[in-house]
Each structure stands twice: as structure tokens, then as C-alpha cells.
């Protein structure tokens, strides 16, 4: 078929732990069946079910974005083996296996079957990041029942979304079948391991760029506020949070200063600032020095809003070493997971994080709290 691999079992690759995850979930129809229901709830907003529930669209919106990323990150890494894989499927083999597929393709035709990374064509950065937006504007039209629009956005994406799970089923089904994966897949120990990549190939190349993007946005204390607004209301059962789209977004700026902060400690980055922020601050330490001016100058803000307070003196003194304890892989694995938690918790009444371990609590809350103020002093202390 396509590619063998003596450890099947295994399944290292992300986009092939993906694909167990993704269907032991639910069937290849099922999948397929919730898509045509998600499309037309939004093409039909006048059936969108009262009571349905705000983390079950945001598990939703998750695994797409994992679909995504996972299949663009599939075909990079193809793409960069392709002297050395043979990744394609000639008529004989269809002729010879087809009967044992429990599935009728109906989205793939049968040359692209006979080429599958052909399917994945499509995947460039812009298109992942225009689909991602789209998904993201799918999801809004769940958490705001008042903001409904034109539902023919959404074709493309549903289109491609369903050529994506045939193709996802066909990989995965082989790899169980022992005939699917010739290549040595990636060697565990990377971020992908742990979740899809977020950042752009420039910000990969220089993770300070999303650290500083990240603080641009929004001082250091507003993001300590909205953290522990996000904590305490995941915590509280009675506790609920308003606004979905702020809160999902906030998680995902944390997932991605997650792999940013990962790549630096992986890579013992040094900080070079390579931004000119204004013609009177040509660093970020000096831009940020320069809105804590102004805003004390003015009186209508407060400076420790930029200032670090949390960490011990050995932590302040060495951000680095002490980040490299926090970011390993299986604690990362453990953040990720607990943040859904987190979502999950905040977006239901009723349910609370209280009852987790501590490590995907208060540990968690508090790790979160000097993650933030390490990443700042990198940039700006």
C-alpha cells in the first residue's frame, strides 16, 4: 500500500494518535453524520437547540482544529521526506483490498485514492489560518445565537473538512492493518506531541516574536486578571463565564505561548530584540518602560500592572533554568489537559474543577501565574 512499519502498535507520529483518538471517538459515519448536523444548524438557525451545550461546541471546534493542524503538519513532513517515501497506491492494491474497507469513500475519488497526500494539496498557512478563522466564526454563531451570518462561508471549509476524515480514516484503518506506514514516523519528545502546532514558521523560527505579540496585546496584570477570572469561575459551580469567544481565545493565546516558551527553553534561546516599536522605544523592554511612564504621568493606570511580583529571586534572577522546569513535554501534556478541564468547567454551570487533582488545579493556576511573568521578564526585564 503506502508505506510498512515493524512497530505499529506503537503510533508515534501526532497525526496518527490523532486519528486514534479522533475515531475511537465515533465511526467514520458518525463523524461524517455530526458534520452535515453542524452544517446545517448553521444554515438553519432557527433549529439551533436551546440547551445545547456551550463546552460540547467547543470539544467540537477543538478537534477540527486539531484535523487541521494535524493534516498540515502530515504533509510538511511528507513533503520533506518525499526522496525517500513512495506514498502511493496503485490500482492493484484497491482491486485486492478494497473489500476489507468497512467504509464507502464518498468524498475522495479513486485517483486521489490512488494518491493520497494529493487531498492534502490544499493545506498551505493561509488556507490553514483562513479555515481555522472560519471555524472560529462557526463557533461564535454557537455561543452567540443573536449573531448569525451568511451560512455559505462555511462550504469550503465543509468540504474540505470531509475529504480530511476519509482521508484520516484511510491512513488510520491501514496503520492497524500493518500495511500503512513504510517511513519511521517523528521521534517522540517534540511540542507536536503534545498538541497541534499554532505558531507561524517565522514565529517557530523566533519564539520571542509571539512573546512579545503576546504582551503587546495586553499588560501583564490585565492577563493575571483574566486568568484568575477563568480560574475562579471554573472552580465555582454556581459560576458561569459570559463571554465564550473572550475566554477561547485567551486559551489559545496560552497554547500558543505554550510552544513559544517551549521552543526557547528546548533551544536556550537568548533574547534579541529585533522589533522597533517607536521612534522613542526601540525595544520592547523600552516600549513597555515607556507605557509605565505614561500611564503613571497620566493617573490613569497602574504601573504594577508591568511589574513582576510573583516569583522568588532565584526565579527572577535565571527565567530560563526555572522555565526549563516547568515546560517538559509531560507537563505540558498535563497543562493542555487540564485547561480543557478549565473550559469545560467555565462554560457549565454545574461543574467545577474542584475535584480534580491539585496538579490540574491550584499547581496549575500558580504554574500558569510564572509562566506569564517568567516569558515577561524574558522579553522586558
Same mark, same amino acid.
Given at each position: 500500500m503506502i508505506m510498512k512499519n515493524d512497530n505499529l502498535n506503537n503510533l508515534q507520529g501526532s497525526y496518527f494518535v490523532f486519528c486514534k483518538k479522533f475515531f475511537e471517538m465515533r465511526t467514520i459515519d458518525n463523524h461524517l453524520?455530526?458534520? &452535515?448536523?453542524? +452544517?446545517?444548524?448553521?444554515? %438553519?438557525?432557527?433549529?439551533?437547540? /436551546? %440547551?445545547? +451545550?456551550? *463546552? &460540547? *461546541?467547543f470539544i467540537i471546534y477543538?478537534?477540527?482544529?486539531?484535523?487541521?493542524d494535524n493534516s498540515f503538519q502530515f504533509r510538511q513532513h511528507f513533503e520533506a521526506a518525499q526522496s525517500s517515501v513512495d506514498f502511493n497506491m496503485n490500482a492493484v492494491f484497491f482491486k485486492n483490498y478494497e473489500h476489507h474497507f468497512t467504509y464507502q469513500f464518498q468524498y475522495i475519488n479513486q485517483e486521489e485514492l490512488a494518491n493520497p497526500l494529493s487531498v492534502l494539496n490544499f493545506l498551505t498557512e493561509e488556507t490553514l489560518s483562513a479555515y481555522k478563522n472560519v471555524l472560529c466564526e462557526w463557533l461564535d454563531q454557537f455561543l452567540n445565537r443573536d449573531k448569525i451570518n451568511q451560512g455559505n462561508i462555511f462550504f469550503p471549509l465543509y468540504y474540505q473538512l470531509r475529504r480530511l476524515i476519509e482521508l484520516s480514516w484511510l491512513f488510520y484503518n491501514n496503520t492497524l492493518d500493518n500495511t500503512a506506514i513504510e517511513q519511521a514516523l517523528p521521534a517522540p519528545g517534540k511540542f507536536e506531541d503534545t498538541c497541534p502546532l499554532l505558531l507561524s514558521s517565522e514565529q517557530q523560527l523566533d519564539p520571542y516574536l509571539e512573546v512579545e505579540s503576546f504582551f503587546n496585546g495586553a499588560s501583564l496584570g490585565y492577563y493575571r486578571y483574566e486568568l484568575r477570572n477563568w480560574f475562579k469561575t471554573a472552580i465555582n459551580e454556581d459560576m458561569e463565564v459570559e463571554n465564550h469567544s473572550n475566554l477561547i481565545y485567551f486559551h489559545n493565546q496560552l497554547i500558543q505561548l505554550l510552544h513559544a516558551g517551549y521552543l526557547i527553553v528546548a533551544?536556550?534561546?537568548? !533574547?534579541?530584540? =529585533?522589533?522597533? !516599536?517607536?521612534?522613542? *522605544?526601540?525595544?520592547? =523592554? &523600552?516600549?513597555v %518602560? /515607556?507605557? /509605565? =511612564?505614561? /500611564?503613571? &504621568?497620566?493617573?490613569?493606570?497602574?504601573?504594577?500592572? !508591568?511589574?513582576? !511580583?510573583?516569583?522568588s529571586e532565584a526565579e527572577m534572577a535565571n527565567p530560563l533554568f526555572y522555565l526549563k522546569q516547568i515546560l517538559s513535554l509531560k507537563r505540558i501534556a498535563e497543562i493542555r489537559d487540564g485547561l480543557q478541564e478549565w473550559i469545560y468547567c467555565a462554560f457549565n454551570r454545574n461543574s467545577s474543577i474542584a475535584t480534580m487533582e491539585a496538579d490540574y488545579v491550584i499547581n496549575l493556576y500558580q504554574e500558569l501565574e510564572k509562566l506569564l511573568e517568567m516569558l515577561f521578564l524574558l522579553v522586558a526585564g
Open positions: 453524520l455530526l458534520l &452535515d448536523e453542524l +452544517i446545517w444548524l448553521i444554515t %438553519n438557525p432557527q433549529h439551533f437547540i /436551546k %440547551n445545547r +451545550i456551550h *463546552a &460540547d *461546541a477543538q478537534l477540527y482544529i486539531e484535523l487541521l533551544n536556550q534561546l537568548e !533574547y534579541e530584540s =529585533k522589533t522597533t !516599536y517607536s521612534s522613542t *522605544a526601540e525595544t520592547f =523592554k &523600552d516600549w %518602560n /515607556k507605557i /509605565k =511612564k505614561e /500611564k503613571i &504621568d497620566e493617573g490613569n493606570g497602574i504601573p504594577g500592572s !508591568y511589574d513582576v !511580583y510573583l516569583l
